[in-house]
């Protein structure tokens, strides 16, 4: 059994890293900054480290003894996020976990980077880890950084630092707190959601992805890229079986291509008028196209996902009801139960 130090452990993605690797049996260390909310964490048998990426000192002295690093920590609800921070974190936070591991003889660090920080195809083909990324920077910043990211990961690898780069697309399941990816659900049970894109993405459960960083720490290759995904599935269809799912009616007007530009750039003078919204201008953007990803690599290497959508949506709702964020659909008249 190895001991691992996650970077972010207190959020979405990386308290469930954390419930994985103390359910197979490893010990785990929680790097956070001191007045982090624990609510993720509650009751789990964890040693906790305070500090922060940018914080050096903080990261030597959480990585002593350390076999693995999961470093999930990053600025990614980009929408709100100040850039400049955000560059900060993902960029020079990666760096620092790199080098202080290097320090401490941390035997293999696994790197959480994003689907965002791979390249879009023009062929109508889902995109690979071979596709680099390709969109403007100013117009999509998140998924620049984290290409940037991925720069430094290559640069530590060719100097014989032990790196797993993954890759998850749309991450979706209970323990989103910070409404990342699962405001859709919180919004659509809320009956705010009356329109849908016409494009589609690449989802997975976020505790399929979990998963796939045990695997990737046991057995992934170093210096390889994953991409991680379970289902493609156009936007009307997935807002369909969210809508089933809450008990509500199914949004029924689509966005056409042509006004996707109108609505972008409108987000965007809002956005600069200081108000605050669900979706930037580029999420808008992207949303007309289908954004898929052949993730076999990861299903071959680390093993295929096992959480069906369904189950994902099911949960991700029951676990917004239980923290009183939204209503159970049972106690809103005139809602029926999902089929």
């Known amino acids: 059994m190895a001991k691992a130090l996650v970077t972010g452990g207190t959020g979405f993605l990386g308290s469930h890293i954390v419930r994985t690797l103390i359910e197979a049996g490893h010990t785990v260390r929680v790097l956070r900054r001191a007045r982090s909310s624990l609510t993720l964490l509650e009751g789990l048998p964890i040693e906790h480290a305070i500090g922060d990426v940018m914080n050096v000192p903080s990261l030597e002295g959480a990585l002593q003894g350390c076999e693995w690093v999961f ?14 921070k955000m560059y900060l974190v993902n960029v020079n936070g990666t760096v620092n976990v790199l080098n202080a591991a290097r320090r401490a003889g941390v035997r293999r660090v696994i790197f959480t980077s994003s689907g965002a920080a791979v390249g879009m195809r023009s062929d109508g083909r889902p995109a690979d880890e071979r596709d680099v990324f390709n969109l403007p920077p100013g117009r999509f910043p998140y998924g620049h950084s984290k290409f940037l990211a991925e720069a430094e990961v290559r640069r530590a690898v060719e100097t014989g630092q032990d790196v797993v780069t993954l890759n998850p697309a749309v991450v979706l399941g209970p323990g989103d707190v910070n409404l ?16 849908y894109p016409t494009g589609g993405v690449t989802v997975i459960d976020v505790r399929d992805v979990a998963a796939a960083h045990l695997a990737a720490a046991e057995h992934g290759r170093t210096g390889e890229r994953y991409l991680l995904g379970t289902l493609d599935i156009s936007y009307h269809a997935l807002m369909k079986l969210m809508a089933d799912v809450v008990g509500v009616p199914a949004p029924f007007l689509p966005v056409p291509g042509a006004v996707t530009p109108i609505l972008a750039a409108l987000a965007g003078l809002a956005r600069r008028a200081g108000l605050a919204l669900p979706l930037d201008a580029d999420q808008i953007r992207l949303s007309g196209r289908n954004i898929y990803f052949d993730c076999h690599k ?42």
């Open 298 to 339: 990861a299903w071959r290497e680390l093993g295929e996902p096992a959480i069906d959508l369904r189950q994902t949506l099911a949960d991700t709702y029951d676990w917004y009801v239980q923290r009183g964020m939204i209503k159970n659909r049972d106690d809103v008249p005139g809602r029926a139960r999902p089929n």
């Open 71 to 84: 470093h999930a920590a990053a600025v990614a609800d980009y929408w709100r996020a100040n850039p400049i």
């Open 180 to 195: 990342i990816s699962g405001s859709g659900i919180v919004e659509m049970a809320r009956g705010n959601i009356f329109i």
